[in-house]
C-alpha cells in the first residue's frame, strides 16, 4: 500500500512538474519571438534605408516679395502699410510657409502628447524612437530652413505639429495640412523642397515598424517596463516641482493606458478594413474618412472595406478650381477642409445629446491655411540640378499637348460673372467644346456638370472689411468672387477607363445615421436648437450615402462653431445680417456645401506635374513617359519607397531596393488601365492621339512625341492664375500661444 501511494505521489509531482514546465517553457518561447519581434520594430531592418542629403534647394526663387502677412508673430501685423520685401520661394515668404508647416487642425491620435514623442524610447534600448533618420526613412521631411523652430521644440517633420487641449491640460499630437501636402525629391545628394507637393510617407498604416503604430508599440512597452516608465516620466515631467512628482506620475501612468487602450480599440476595428496596403505617399482617403467619422464616431455597424487607395494630391492652385477631390465632389472650402479633419481623427460628438456636435476642429486655421494656399505657385524645373531644356524639342511639345492633351486639362479659365454661357440650355445647343473638347457630355448627351454648375451661384462678398475688422486698405478685404476660377470637367469612368474603385465606393456605399437622428430628437427635446437631417440630403436615415451624410455631419460641425461665435441668427443656420460676408468669408467664396458623386474623375491642369509622380489618381504609374504609352507596356509592378527622382522620364527611380513597398497594379484599386495612348476606338480608355482623318479613331504617340510632350512638361505654364485679392487670412489665429481656437470679429 505504501508503495502505490509512493508511485501515485510521484505521479502526481512528475505530472506537476511537465505542466509547470510546459508553462515555463510556452512563457519564454513567447517571450523570445515577443522580442524578437520587439527588436525589429527597434531596429526596423523592414524600411527603406537612409539616403544622405547634402544639399537642398527651394524653387521659385524670388529676391523680393510684397510680403503683408497679417500674423500674431508679425511685430508689425497691425499696420496695413507694412509691406515687407523678403525672398521668397514658390510665391511663399518664410511666415507663410511655417504657417503652412506648423498649424494644427485639431487632429488627434488616441491622445498620444506632443511632449511624448520626443521621450519614448525604441522598444528595446534605451535610443530615443523618433529620430531625423528614423523619420526621413518613413518618407517623412524635415524643414531646411531652420535647424530649431520655436513652435517645433521636439524636432518633428513638417506637419506633425501639437494643440493645446483643456480637458487634459496638454498638448496633444496634431497633424497640419502640410502633412500630406510638403514633398522633397532628391537626385544625386541633391533634396528639392516642394511647398505643397504629394507627400511620400505611410502616416495612417498600421505597420508595426511605421511611426503612428511603432509609437504605439514604444509606448506600451514602457507602461509594462517599470524602468523605461521612470525615464519616461522624468523627460515628460521634467518641470513638475519636486513635492508633485508623484501625483503627476500616477496620471501621467494612467493616461497612457488610456492612449493604448484607445489605439488598441481602433486597430481592432480597422485592421481588416484596408485589404489592399496602400504603402508610400497614399491612402483610401474617402473610405478613412467614411470609417473615422461614421464608422469610429457613430456606430460600428458602419465599417466598410476601403480598397481604393489615392495618391496625396498636389494643392497650387486648388483654391482656384470650382470642383475639388479626385472625383471633383466638393465645391466648398470649409467643408473640405472640416470633413478631411474629421477623418484624420479630430474627434466629434453625433451620438450622445449631451454636448452634440462637439468637436475639436479648429477652423481659424484652417481659414488661414487655406487662404495662405491661395498664394502658392507650382514648383519651376531647376535647370541646375536636372538639366537644361531643349527648347525646339519643347516647342514641338507645346503643339501636340495643345492637339491632345489641352482639352481636358485646360485650364478653363472663367469670370465669375461673365454672362457668356446659358446654363439653361442642353448639350444639343451648347457648343461645349470650344472649351472643354469632346468630353464634356455623357453617352446620353446630356451635360455632365453645366447644368449642376449653374445651382451653385457666386455669392457676392461684401468689401472694406477683413475677419469683420474695417481697414482701409484694400489689400483686407473679404474675398471676393476670385475674379474668375477654373472650371473642372469630369470624364466619366467608362470613357477615362482607370481604376473605377474609389468613385464606385464612394457612390454605393451607404451608412446609418439612426442614431444621429435619436441624438438630435432628445437634444431637441431639451429646447437646443438643433434640426433633424433635411430629408432632401437624407431621405432615410438608414441607408444615407457617403456625401449626403457628410455634407449634414459636417455642416453641422461649421454651423455649431458659427454659432459658437455669434455669427448666425436666431434660427442657427442662418447668418446675421452683418455677418453674412464674413461667414460666407470662411466657408471660401461663398460657395455652398453642394457634394455631388460624379460616376467620373476630374484632370487637373498640368503645371509643375513634372514634381508629383506617380501618376493617376491611385499612383499606378511611376512616370509621365509610361503614362503616354500604351497600358499594357507600363510596370506591373514597381517599388515605392524613395524619392529619388528620374529627370529623363518624369518619375520616380522604382527598381527594387531592401526595404520597399511593392505596388502590385493587378490588387483590388491599383489598375494601371485606362489613359493610355494606344490605337483603336477613342473611349473605353484610350485617349491617345485623335485621328482627323478619321472622327472617333485615336492612335498611340511616336517616340519622338513622348520626349516632345515630357520636355514641354518640365516648362509647361497654366497662363495668369485667378486672383484671390487678399493676403491669407491669419490674424485671428494664435496658435501657439492660444488655448483655443479664436472667434473672427
Known amino acids: 500500500m505504501t508503495g502505490s501511494k509512493t508511485g501515485k505521489w510521484k505521479k502526481r509531482l512528475f505530472s506537476w512538474r511537465v505542466w509547470l514546465g510546459s508553462i ?46 497679417p500674423h500674431p508673430s508679425n511685430p508689425n501685423a497691425d499696420d496695413p502699410n507694412n509691406d515687407l520685401m523678403v525672398p521668397s520661394y514658390q510665391g511663399w515668404c518664410d511666415q507663410q510657409r511655417q504657417d503652412y508647416y506648423r498649424l494644427p487642425q485639431g487632429t488627434n491620435f488616441f491622445g498620444l502628447q506632443y511632449d511624448w514623442i520626443s521621450a519614448l524610447e525604441k522598444p528595446v534600448g534605451k535610443e530615443p524612437l523618433v529620430t531625423r533618420e528614423f523619420m526621413q526613412r518613413l518618407g517623412y521631411i524635415y524643414d531646411p530652413a531652420t535647424e530649431t523652430n520655436p513652435n517645433n521644440p521636439d524636432d518633428l517633420p513638417i506637419g506633425l505639429t501639437w494643440h493645446y487641449d483643456k480637458a487634459s491640460d496638454a498638448k496633444i499630437l496634431d497633424v497640419s495640412c502640410a502633412a500630406c501636402h510638403s514633398s522633397q525629391l532628391t537626385y544625386r545628394g ?34 509594462l517596463n517599470p524602468l523605461k516608465f521612470n525615464r519616461f516620466a522624468k523627460k515628460v515631467l521634467h518641470d513638475v516641482p519636486e513635492a508633485e512628482y508623484s501625483a503627476e506620475k500616477a496620471k501621467l501612468r494612467d493616461t497612457t493606458l488610456t492612449s493604448i487602450k484607445q489605439a488598441l480599440s481602433y486597430g481592432k476595428n480597422n485592421f481588416f478594413l484596408y485589404p489592399t496596403t496602400e504603402g508610400y ?20 455597424k458602419n465599417y466598410k472595406t476601403a480598397d481604393a487607395p489615392v495618391n496625396y494630391p498636389h494643392v497650387w ?12 465632389s466638393v465645391r466648398q472650402a470649409m467643408a473640405r477642409n472640416v470633413n478631411e479633419a474629421m477623418g484624420t481623427r ?47 524639342l519643347s516647342r514641338e511639345g507645346e503643339k501636340i499637348f495643345g492637339e491632345v492633351c489641352a482639352n481636358c486639362h485646360g485650364p478653363f479659365n472663367r469670370q465669375a460673372v461673365d454672362g457668356k454661357i446659358d446654363y439653361s440650355q442642353t448639350a444639343s445647343n451648347h457648343s461645349c467644346t470650344t472649351c472643354h473638347g469632346p468630353l464634356m457630355t455623357g453617352a446620353d448627351g446630356q451635360l455632365l456638370e453645366l447644368n449642376n454648375r449653374a445651382k451653385h451661384p457666386t455669392v457676392q462678398l461684401g468689401s472694406n472689411a477683413w475677419l469683420g475688422n474695417d481697414r482701409p486698405d484694400p489689400t483686407f478685404e473679404l474675398q471676393t468672387e476670385r475674379g474668375g476660377y477654373w472650371e473642372m470637367i469630369h470624364i466619366p469612368l467608362s470613357y477615362i477607363g482607370t481604376d473605377p474603385t474609389s468613385a464606385e465606393n464612394m457612390i454605393n456605399n451607404t451608412y446609418d445615421l439612426s442614431t444621429v437622428v435619436d441624438a438630435i430628437s432628445e437634444a431637441r427635446a431639451s429646447g437646443a436648437n438643433l434640426r433633424l437631417p433635411d430629408p432632401k440630403l437624407i431621405p432615410d436615415p438608414s441607408k444615407t450615402a457617403f456625401g449626403p451624410g457628410l455634407q ?51 484632370p487637373r491642369p498640368l503645371e509643375g506635374v513634372w514634381a508629383t509622380a506617380p501618376f493617376l489618381h491611385n499612383g499606378s504609374v511611376p512616370s509621365i513617359y509610361q503614362l503616354l504609352l500604351p497600358a499594357d507596356l507600363r510596370d506591373a509592378k514597381f517599388y515605392l519607397g524613395r524619392r529619388e527622382y528620374d529627370p529623363e522620364n518624369l518619375g520616380l527611380n522604382v527598381k ?60 509647361h505654364s497654366d497662363g495668369p492664375r485667378p486672383n484671390p485679392e487678399t ?19
Not at 193 to 218: E, K, N
Not at 366 to 390: A, R, S
Not at 684 to 712: M, N, S
Open 552 to 602: 449634414f455631419l459636417g455642416g453641422e460641425i461649421r454651423y455649431k462653431q458659427y454659432r459658437d461665435w455669434g455669427l448666425m441668427d436666431e434660427s442657427g443656420y442662418t447668418a446675421k445680417p452683418n455677418k453674412a460676408p464674413l461667414v460666407a468669408d470662411l466657408n471660401g467664396f461663398g460657395e455652398s456645401d453642394n457634394p455631388v458623386a460624379w460616376r467620373a474623375y476630374r
Open 656 to 715: 527594387a531596393f531592401k526595404g520597399a513597398f511593392e505596388f502590385n497594379t493587378s490588387e483590388t484599386g491599383n489598375s494601371n488601365l485606362g489613359h493610355e495612348f494606344n490605337d483603336g476606338l477613342c473611349g473605353d480608355g484610350v485617349i491617345g492621339y485623335q485621328l482627323k482623318d478619321q472622327p472617333g479613331y485615336c492612335r498611340q504617340l511616336t517616340e519622338h512625341e513622348r520626349r516632345a510632350i515630357i520636355e514641354y512638361l518640365k516648362v
Open 190 to 223: 541633391t533634396a528639392l523642397v516642394i511647398d505643397g507637393g504629394a507627400g511620400g510617407h505611410a502616416l495612417p498604416s498600421l505597420d508595426p515598424t511605421q511611426f503612428m503604430t511603432s509609437s504605439i508599440v514604444s509606448l506600451t512597452v514602457t507602461y
Open 24 to 69: 515555463l517553457g510556452f512563457i519564454t518561447v513567447l517571450a523570445v519571438i515577443v522580442y524578437i519581434a520587439l527588436w525589429r520594430i527597434s531596429n526596423y531592418p523592414d524600411i527603406p534605408g537612409y539616403q544622405e542629403i547634402t544639399d537642398y534647394q527651394f524653387l521659385n526663387p524670388s529676391d523680393t516679395l510684397d510680403c503683408v502677412n
Open 281 to 300: 505617399g497614399r491612402t483610401d482617403g474617402l473610405g478613412r474618412i467614411a470609417n473615422t467619422v461614421f464608422g469610429d464616431y457613430i456606430s460600428d
Open 346 to 392: 479630430a474627434p466629434a460628438n453625433f451620438v450622445h445629446a449631451d454636448g452634440l456636435y462637439d468637436n475639436s476642429v479648429m477652423m481659424t486655421e484652417m481659414h488661414c491655411i487655406e487662404t495662405t494656399l491661395q498664394h502658392l505657385k507650382p514648383p519651376t524645373w531647376p535647370e541646375n540640378v536636372f538639366g537644361k531644356v531643349d527648347p525646339e
Open 727 to 745: 493676403q491669407p487670412h491669419c490674424a485671428a489665429v494664435e496658435w501657439p500661444e492660444n488655448t483655443s481656437s479664436r472667434a473672427p470679429q
Open 317 to 328: 492652385d486648388i483654391w482656384a478650381f470650382d470642383w475639388v477631390q479626385w472625383m471633383g
